[in-house]
Structures are given as structure tokens and as C-alpha cells.
Nanobody, 122 residues
Framework: QLQLVESGGGLVQPGGSLRLSCAASGFTFNRYAIGWFRQAPGKEREGVLCISSSGGSTFYADSVKGRFTISRDNAKNTAYLQMDSLKPEDTAVYSC???????????????WGQGTQVTVSS
């Protein structure tokens, strides 16, 4: 069974940090790029970051560049999203997804996790 499971979401104050994890099983993890997406209430899903299958290339949305960092540990079949300097506008459900390579749109990703809620509020 192909699975991606996110964890690590929660409530954090503006300026705080949070680390999300994406644990994969049921497929050859090191052959897939991993992307992180987010969707806020009333907004369309947007791509945040993506990391290549080997971890050698990373791609960032302008809105999070310098604040968010994506990484992966292929030995653990897990990808990570480190979020620093969080802002209220970062509040959303964050999902990880797998694709043959990094692409710009959600339609390019074959496998999705269920999502984890991140809330940035005082």
C-alpha cells in the first residue's frame, strides 16, 4: 500500500518555528521527488517547496524562500519541512506528495498524504 503520512503540525506564535515530517512507505522512496503543498481556507492549493529524489536539487516558492527549508533522509524514507519565522499567513493544511520529478502543479504528483494543520496565531 502506497502511503505518505505527515506529522508535526500544530499551533505556533508568529515568529516561531515548526518542523513537519513526511513518512513514506509502499514505494521506492528514493526514486521520487517530494513536494510540500499548502491550502488555506478559501484559497487554492499552492506549491511551497520540492526536493529531488536524490536530495541534490531543491525548489522554493518566493513566499517562503529564506524561511522554510526542505530536506530528506532516504535511509529513513522521510522528508522534512523546517519552517522558521512563521507568519499568520502561513496558516494552512500542509500536505506532502510524491512525483517522478519536481513540477510546478499538484497534478504532477501521484501520491498524497492526508495533510497536517499548521496554525500561526497569537
Amino acid at each position: 500500500q502506497l502511503q505518505l503520512v505527515e506529522s508535526g503540525g500544530g499551533l505556533v506564535q508568529p515568529g516561531g518555528s515548526l518542523r513537519l515530517s513526511c513518512a513514506a512507505s509502499g514505494f521506492t522512496f528514493n526514486r521520487y521527488a517530494i513536494g510540500w503543498f499548502r491550502q488555506a481556507p478559501g484559497k487554492e492549493r499552492e506549491g511551497v517547496l520540492c526536493i529531488s529524489s536524490s536530495g541534490g536539487s531543491t525548489f522554493y516558492a518566493d513566499s517562503v524562500k529564506g524561511r522554510f527549508t526542505i530536506s530528506r533522509d532516504n535511509a529513513k524514507n522521510t522528508a522534512y519541512l523546517q519552517m522558521d519565522s512563521l507568519k499568520p499567513e502561513d496558516t494552512a493544511v500542509y500536505s506532502c506528495a510524491a512525483a517522478p520529478f519536481c513540477v510546478f502543479t499538484p497534478r504532477g504528483y501521484a501520491y498524497w498524504g492526508q495533510g497536517t494543520q499548521v496554525t500561526v496565531s497569537s
